[in-house]
């Protein structure tokens, strides 16, 4: 790392979905970006809600801050992003991964899009390239590409806190399923290598936690504790020994809840899908495609 700014970390936790959503800031009336947002989905009634949304932006506003940009670490396939919404309240720009066209590519033929959807990313406001930096304030984020988990994710470097998706999580939980469209264990090894490489201290956040039954949820640790007692991936796992592991493990989990929604919704920067001619508006459920 060039930099280790201490940057403010100020997390919200969905606990429908198990979510940290991070405002990251300098200081009060500073600049600041949200990554990895959510909006609340009922899916047995279909409805949306913006419950945790409004928790962000209440915190944003509280502080006098001023929303730059608005990122995903990759289209998720567990919860809806709330990023139009935000941006709808606090402006700032929708960015996520410039590799988000091979997602949308793959998941255009899964539900059948008609050819209204685009398949460039043009749905976003900015695509971030691998080792590009945005500005925002006195900090600045850096992408660093992590694919494995989908073939499209991306960390956010600011400062000494690298924000991983879901890339990792925490030591006692383990590391992410690879087994959507696009996903490789194998590349997966290979991205927490890239992360394991940053500094001992370096503070890892993450997108997710699944706690064990004798603690609470959290969202932060360390490289350094990664390296000691990450469950899958500690110093002296192999990539042969990870990969074997990771999609015997991947065999045995079912789909995500919100799997069919989310991505949806997710490939299309947060946007739902155009109502149709009775002014609502509907997602697909494709049967025994996944």
């Given at each position: 790392?060039?930099?280790?700014?201490?940057?403010?970390?100020?997390?919200?936790?969905?606990?429908?979905?198990?979510?940290?959503?991070?405002?990251?800031?300098?200081?009060?009336?500073?600049?600041?970006?949200?990554?990895?947002?959510?909006?609340?989905?009922?899916?047995?009634?279909?409805?949306?809600?913006?419950?945790?949304?409004?928790?962000?932006?209440?915190?944003?506003?509280?502080?006098?801050?001023?929303?730059?940009?608005?990122?995903?670490?990759?289209?998720?396939?567990?919860?809806?992003?709330?990023?139009?919404?935000?941006?709808?309240?606090?402006?700032?720009?929708?960015?996520?991964?410039?590799?988000?066209?091979?997602?949308?590519?793959?998941?255009?033929?899964?539900?059948?899009?008609?050819?209204?959807?685009?398949?460039?990313?043009?749905?976003?406001?900015?695509?971030?390239?691998?080792?590009?930096?945005?500005?925002?304030?006195?900090?600045?984020?850096?992408?660093?590409?992590?694919?494995?988990?989908?073939?499209?994710?991306?960390?956010?470097?600011?400062?000494?806190?690298?924000?991983?998706?879901?890339?990792?999580?925490?030591?006692?939980?383990?590391?992410?399923?690879?087994?959507?469209?696009?996903?490789?264990?194998?590349?997966?090894?290979?991205?927490?290598?890239?992360?394991?490489?940053?500094?001992?201290?370096?503070?890892?956040?993450?997108?997710?936690?699944?706690?064990?039954?004798?603690?609470?949820?959290?969202?932060?640790?360390?490289?350094?504790?990664?390296?000691?007692?990450?469950?899958?991936?500690?110093?002296?796992?192999?990539?042969?020994?990870?990969?074997q592991m990771r999609n015997k493990r991947d065999a045995t989990l079912d789909m995500p809840n919100l799997i069919l929604p989310s991505i949806q919704v997710n490939i299309r920067a947060?946007?739902?899908?155009?109502?149709?001619?009775?002014?609502?508006?509907?997602?697909?459920?494709?049967?025994?495609i996944l």
């Amino acid at each position: 790392m060039k930099s280790l700014i201490q940057a403010n970390v100020e997390a919200f936790f969905d606990p429908e979905t198990w979510t940290f959503t991070y405002v990251v800031y300098a200081g009060k009336q500073s600049q600041c970006v949200v990554i990895d947002s959510v909006m609340n989905y009922d899916p047995k009634s279909g409805r949306i809600s913006t419950k945790s949304a409004d928790e962000v932006i209440g915190f944003i506003q509280s502080e006098q801050l001023q929303l730059t940009w608005v990122l995903e670490t990759h289209a998720h396939a567990d919860h809806l992003t709330a990023a139009p919404y935000i941006q709808s309240k606090l402006g700032g720009k929708i960015v996520i991964g410039d590799h988000i066209t091979s997602v949308q590519n793959v998941f255009k033929g899964v539900f059948n899009l008609d050819d209204q959807f685009a398949i460039d990313g043009s749905q976003f406001d900015y695509l971030l390239q691998d080792g590009e930096s945005l500005q925002f304030g006195d900090l600045t984020l850096k992408a660093l590409y992590v694919p494995g988990h989908t073939p499209a994710c991306m960390a956010y470097e600011i400062g000494d806190a690298l924000f991983v998706g879901d890339t990792l999580f925490m030591p006692d939980v383990g590391t992410a399923r690879c087994d959507f469209p696009g996903g490789s264990a194998q590349d997966l090894y290979r991205s927490i290598q890239k992360v394991l490489a940053y500094p001992d201290e370096t503070r890892l956040y993450m997108c997710h936690d699944y706690p064990p039954t004798d603690r609470a949820a959290a969202y932060c640790t360390t490289v350094g504790e990664e390296k000691k007692s990450n469950i899958h991936v500690h110093t002296g796992i192999s990539e042969e020994q990870f990969v074997q592991m990771r999609n015997k493990r991947d065999a045995t989990l079912d789909m995500p809840n919100l799997i069919l929604p989310s991505i949806q919704v997710n490939i299309r920067a947060g946007y739902l899908p155009t109502p149709e001619v009775n002014g609502k508006t509907y997602l697909k459920i494709p049967v025994n495609i996944l």
